[in-house]
Nanobody, 117 residues
């Protein structure tokens, strides 16, 4: 199993970023997937998830700003992040095995998102 994130960066508050997770080594259509993050100096937190049937959910603090989606033909997972806030600064990871919470079985290497003025 391989999960490779990209799309992070250094942006100002109010900006947008689109994260991508390219996957291989498993049947993507059958997997529940999530984005999780680790803010500086704190532990991991679940951000958004999408079940194999396409249903999705977000943590409350990103509701209306972040959108998780997937492209089964490309075996790719996305996280569109709009109106970024300083508190969104974190390493963002793509994980397989869960669409809610931190009970995943594989995790990518992460991509850094820094929001600062």
């Amino acid at each position: 199993v391989q999960l490779v994130e990209s799309g992070g960066g250094f942006v100002q508050p109010g900006s947008s970023l689109n994260l991508t997770c390219e996957t291989s080594g498993f049947i993507f259509d059958r997997a529940d997937m999530s984005w999780i993050r680790q803010p500086p100096g704190t532990g991991l937190e679940w951000v958004a998830g999408i079940w194999s049937d396409g249903a999705a959910a977000n943590r409350q603090s990103v509701e209306g700003r972040f959108t998780i989606s997937k492209n089964s033909a490309k075996s790719a997972l996305y996280l569109q992040m709009n109106d970024l806030k300083i508190e969104d600064t974190a390493i963002y990871f793509c994980v397989k095995g869960t669409a809610y919470g931190l009970n995943y079985d594989y995790r990518g290497q992460g991509t850094q998102v820094t929001v600062s003025s």
